[in-house]
């Protein structure tokens, strides 16, 4: 099965409806996703696998904004954050970096949402594959990632 096609099936069984699109220039970075959609760049949800005090997390972030890794680790309570190596993001995730989804993993990571991204109607999220994207309310977001809002951007 598809990498785009093992998201759809996964958020359906979490209930929500994904309309995906592609774009075969790519979306693999918030400005392409963003010019591709013709949206603004902080609208784009940047899925960022992140390593916290040897727990795999996941960082949901505007693409208008960078990682802070010490706000991350104290998100998380913890000390350390790193990114992530493409192995331990696929492992995590079952997706390769640049078409991370934010929901839809093997197994539930713990994720965390820019506070940012809440000032937005729509928002646009990786669907699995570097060509495809997905528009959703920031509101459905929070609710289907288990994500909770935190300050964590630089």
């Known amino acids: 099965m598809k990498a785009t096609d093992r998201f759809v099936a996964a958020a359906e069984v979490l209930g929500v409806t994904v309309a995906v ?7 693999r970075t918030a400005a392409d996703a ?3 959609i013709g949206c603004d760049v902080a609208q784009i949800v940047k899925s960022l696998v ?42 995590a995730t079952g997706f390769a970096i640049g078409g991370t989804p934010p929901f839809g993993h093997p197994a539930p990571v ?20 570097p060509d495809a994207v997905f ?4 509101t459905d977001l ?4 288990g994500a909770w809002q935190a300050p964590f951007t630089a």
Do not use: M, N
């Not at 713990?110 to 594959?129: I, S």
């Not at 929070?142 to 990632?145: C, E, H, S």
């Open 21 to 27: 699109q592609r774009y075969p220039d790519g979306t």
């Open 34 to 36: 963003a010019a591709a």
């Open 50 to 91: 992140f390593v916290v005090d040897g727990s795999v997390v996941l960082a949901l972030t505007s693409g208008a904004h960078r990682v802070d890794p010490v706000a991350l680790a104290a998100a998380f309570g913890g000390s350390e954050a790193r990114p992530a190596t493409p192995d331990e993001a696929r492992a």
């Open 110 to 129: 713990p994720a965390v949402v820019d506070p940012h991204l809440g000032t937005f109607d729509v928002v646009w999220a990786a669907a699995g594959a």
């Open 135 to 138: 528009p959703i309310t920031p």
């Open 142 to 145: 929070v609710r289907v990632t």
